[in-house]
């Protein structure tokens, strides 16, 4: 399970980044970074995942059975909390460039060269 | 201490969230003093965390969660003279800010105080934190503000391409960072810098090692605008307001160059020392190639503050050669220089602004002659163009040479020649600008009819020219005042201390005191920036001799302002710098 997890976190990193580099319109830029930022979730949750382990609520469960680590759940949720400010601002900027170009093309504003 | 450091971001932020709250209710008049006073009690407080840290190391368990056993349970500041003295130089530059943007930034609804004092909080919680993870949100803290901050003349069009560039390859930045420290934390089972340095010290230098490594490197390396993690940063600071760049071009990128220190002294201090000599060659080449492109794509500019971010990309590049010398004389040698050329770059913005104001326009085109009745801008701007050249008896010209001397024991001389040419074509650059601007000599484009893209005001009012007297005062008192070679001195051994600072950490030992200075640049170096200085005076009377700029089609191919090839050579940057890495620690 863990080597599929690492190869899922992988590939969902590339396969943001060329969205990225690709993409016509700002909107699929936004959600790009969203997909590129979901591969650090699964890594930091891969690297925390205990085969057998239990979730880690300590209140519902014995003393001394496994657990997966919190800390690494604890690391993701700042991180999707991060993920969604960054993304609102973004967002912002995408209404604010397509109210000012009239388009949602990033290559289409060029208003800076060289 | 205790006590005071976290207050040190605790209250620019609680200050921020009263004036969100009150600040449409209370008129922007409030808001300003209200931010001021906030700024200036962070500025208070960290002097008086610095005069209680005497040049020690001191860690700040939060929530009174402190190590057992010399295992890090908590999450920590790590007070070392290095981080607080930068937050100290990033929070007085916020004042400056605040008081040259206090009036002519929007206030009505105050999103700028806003923004700047959350910007504030997450630069100096940067600098203090000692724990990986909490870097990384100080680091996203800063950015996400310093998005919204350079594109807050939404009404530009290039402001808002500028911030778009700048927010998505710095948010990759970012997650190439966190990638980094989840490696790190998966091999360590830590994010106190000290406690995962502790276990990488003890344990093998693999595949994993090297890979966390590259991607913790690289992403600090796309904050500080090192080459080719660069290009964002000429569109963002040519677009954002002058204010706001006095703190993003005088601080922000060199919290890149603080992360890579963080990490390479702290984190991986133990692999980086076993082969020192290879780390030591990848960061100089890119330091160097940094400083060379910067200050060739300045000199093709015409657009000044697109010349000035240049500038600004070109020097930390030379920071970075710093850094890569893994030694106190390194460190010590940027800790003066990142102050005093910081302070020299925020006047040149300033300067800008100032120019805007007064003649509505910022192309050296269009303005060229048209300043001459701002004597008072020119000669700031000429003054601090010579700093940025390094002229003797100011602190660039202090910084400057014990790079040089760093470099020298270093790597060898060529880097020195290098460097000298790097420095001697930024001030040629920026006299060329002032000639020309100030003076109505001869460049790029003839004298003629323009149209100002904002109106025009009559006069500089004292809240934009005294920042810009305070800021060239101070980037001058760095290279003469007495004791500043000892500060850079004790700030470098303790940030470079990689086993002590552990220990102290870890709660295992008392910091040791350091004492003695760096040592006074010899006579060679006086007459090395004299050379420079005249270097780059006659290379500006030369640009001036010529009409026009540069072509460079080549390079200015590359700085397309495209997004897509933005991310696309940053993807590249980092598959070669972990290549680079995987060589270096083979």
């Known amino acids: 399970v863990t080597v599929l997890a690492y190869g899922v976190a992988g590939w969902l990193f590339l396969v943001g980044l060329a969205g990225i580099v690709r993409s016509r319109n700002l909107i699929g830029v936004v959600i790009c970074v969203s997909v590129v930022q979901s591969s650090t979730y699964v890594l930091l949750l891969a690297i925390g995942y205990r085969s057998g382990a239990k979730a880690p609520i300590l209140a519902d469960i014995k003393g001394g059975t496994p657990v997966v680590d919190p800390v690494v759940q604890a690391l993701t949720l700042t991180d999707v909390v991060v993920e969604a400010t960054v993304a609102a601002v973004l967002l912002a900027l995408a209404v604010q460039a397509h109210k000012r170009f009239g388009t949602l093309d990033p290559d289409a504003m060029g208003e800076l060269r060289g | 201490v205790n006590v005071l450091a976290p207050l040190v971001v605790a209250v620019p932020l609680l200050t921020a969230a009263l004036i969100a709250a009150v600040g449409r209710f209370v008129g922007g008049r409030l808001a300003d003093v209200l931010a001021l006073a906030a700024t200036l009690a962070c500025a208070g407080l960290l002097v008086a965390v610095l005069a209680r840290l005497h040049g020690r190391i001191e860690p700040v368990w939060l929530g009174g969660w402190h190590p057992r056993d010399g295992v890090a349970i908590g999450v920590s500041f790590t007070l070392d003279p290095l981080g607080v003295g930068l937050a100290l130089f990033i929070a007085a530059l916020m004042v400056l800010t605040l008081i040259y943007g206090s009036g002519s930034l929007d206030p009505e609804p105050p999103h700028v105080h806003v923004l700047a004092l959350v910007f504030l909080a997450g630069m100096v919680g940067f600098c203090l934190s000692g724990d990986l993870f909490n870097m990384f949100v100080f680091f996203e803290l800063m950015s996400v503000s310093a998005f919204a901050l350079t594109g807050i003349d939404i009404d530009e069009g290039a402001a808002l391409e500028g911030s778009l560039n700048f927010a998505v390859t710095n948010t990759i930045g970012s997650f190439l960072a966190v990638i980094g420290i989840a490696l790190v934390y998966a091999r360590t089972g830590a994010l106190n810098i000290a406690q995962a340095g502790h276990v990488l010290d003890h344990g093998p230098v693999d595949g994993l090692v090297v890979v966390a490594l590259a991607f913790l490197v690289c992403g600090f390396l796309v904050k500080a605008a090192i080459v080719p993690f660069h290009l964002w940063l000429a569109d963002a600071y040519a677009v954002a307001p002058a204010a706001i760049c006095i703190v993003l071009a005088g601080a922000m990128s060199e919290l890149g160059v603080l992360g890579v220190v963080r990490v390479v002294f702290g984190v991986f201090g133990g692999p980086v020392a076993e082969h020192a000599d290879a780390v030591r060659a990848v960061f100089v080449v890119a330091g160097l190639v940094t400083a060379v492109l910067g200050a060739v794509m300045a000199y093709a500019q015409d657009h000044l503050k697109r010349m000035l971010a240049f500038v ?134 003839p004298e003629g009819d323009y149209d100002p893209l904002t109106e025009p005001q009559p006069t500089t009012p004292i809240r934009m020219w005294a920042p810009t007297a305070i800021l060239l005062a101070a980037a001058i008192a760095a290279g003469i005042v007495p004791g500043v070679r000892h500060a850079a001195h004790v700030a470098a051994t303790q940030a470079t201390a990689h086993t002590a600072t552990e220990h102290v950490a870890l709660g295992n030992a008392a910091s040791p005191t350091t004492h003695g200075a760096l040592t006074a640049p010899p006579t060679h170096d006086w007459l090395l920036s004299l050379l420079t200085a005249a270097l780059a005076i006659g290379l500006a009377a030369f640009m001036l001799g010529r009409e026009g700029l540069p072509r460079l089609t080549a390079l200015r191919a590359i700085h397309s302002g495209r997004l897509g090839d933005y991310v696309a050579v940053l993807c590249a940057g980092a598959a070669i710098f972990g290549g680079a890495f995987a060589l270096a620690l083979q």
């Not at chain 2, 770059?345 to 007064?358: N, S, T």
């Not at chain 2, 701002?374 to 003797?392: D, E, H, N, S």
């Not at chain 2, 290098?418 to 001869?442: D, H, K, Y």
């Open chain 2, 312 to 445: 600004t990309i070109a020097h930390v590049g030379l920071f970075l050669t710093g850094v890569a010398m893994l030694s106190v004389a390194g460190i010590g040698a940027i800790a003066v220089y990142v102050v005093a050329d910081g302070c020299g770059k925020a006047a040149l913005f300033a300067c800008v602004g100032i120019v805007q104001r007064r003649l509505g326009h910022v192309r050296m085109s269009a303005l060229r002659g048209r300043g001459r009745e701002l004597r008072f801008t020119g000669a700031a701007f000429t003054l601090a163009a010579l700093i940025a050249a390094g002229l003797p008896l100011t602190g660039a010209f202090l910084g400057k040479a014990l790079l040089d001397d760093a470099l020298t024991h270093g790597v060898g001389a060529w880097a020195v020649v290098v460097a000298i040419g790097a420095t001697a074509l930024l001030g040629a650059t920026l006299l060329r600008a002032a000639g020309c601007v100030f003076l109505g000599w001869r460049s790029s484009a």
